[in-house]
């Protein structure tokens, strides 16, 4: 059973349902679960509240990687699903991203993109700099050397310092916006608030 379930899924799109109708769960698509969604593809990036930290081209210079990196597509929420919320700019995702394959399994492992505005007890406001700066190179969250997944880090890596510092210093310098999103769940647990998934497939000859 759970064999030929995952036999279809590898055949997905060009030969799932002929593979399915062959077995135990005729006519099933992983598909039918899913919506079809359009998610954004314009990220604001709010203006920082004047600061006596950083330099107006410090901010200036975050304002524009932060646009120009899309963080905004997974960070503000909504963006996921083709509604940005303008009062939640950068301040995270109510919506996840699995990062395991749905398809596979049931429960896949969700992650919700962060509150990065520096609200005290929801976003990055007790959070020092060089914290931040490693965290936007190298994706590390705690002391424990654990790299996230999904988030693109290692297509930031390469951004030089004093960019990694601009981008740090603007997301220190927005207002503040409370706002908890849902805690991560891992693989094998059932995610109570929704998600999407990304995924490349490969058709097999
Ligand atoms: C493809 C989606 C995606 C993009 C684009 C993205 N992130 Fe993330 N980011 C995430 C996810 C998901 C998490 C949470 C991961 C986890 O908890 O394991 C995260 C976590 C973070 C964290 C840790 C926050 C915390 O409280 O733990 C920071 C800081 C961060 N991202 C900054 C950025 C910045 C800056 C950018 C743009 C340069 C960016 N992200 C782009 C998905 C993304």
């Given at each position: 059973m759970k064999f030929i379930t995952r036999y279809c899924v590898y055949l997905l799109p060009l030969f799932a349902l002929s593979a399915c109708e062959t077995g135990h769960e005729t006519g099933y698509n992983p598909l039918n679960d899913y919506t079809q969604l359009d998610p954004a593809t314009i990220f604001a990036t709010p203006e920082p509240l004047p600061s006596s930290n950083y330099s107006t081209e410090q901010l200036a210079r975050g304002k524009y990687m932060v646009g120009l990196l899309g963080c905004g597509s997974c960070h503000t929420d909504g963006a996921l699903v083709g509604a940005p919320d303008p009062a939640r700019l950068?301040?995270?995702?109510?919506t996840g991203i699995a990062y395991t394959s749905p398809f596979i399994d049931d429960n896949p492992g969700v992650v919700y993109p962060r509150n990065l505005t520096p609200d005290m007890e929801t976003g990055l406001g007790t959070w020092t700099m060089s914290r931040l700066v490693d965290m936007i190179r190298v994706g590390t969250v705690d002391h424990s050397g654990r790299s996230i997944p999904v988030m693109p880090w290692p297509a930031f890596a390469s951004i030089t310092t004093e960019d990694a510092f601009s981008i740090a210093a603007y997301l220190k310098s927005l207002r503040p916006v409370r706002h908890q999103v849902p805690a991560n769940v891992n693989p094998g647990q059932k995610a109570k608030a929704p998600f999407v998934h990304f995924g490349v497939y490969q058709t097999i000859q």
């Open positions: 950068l301040a995270g995702s109510d």
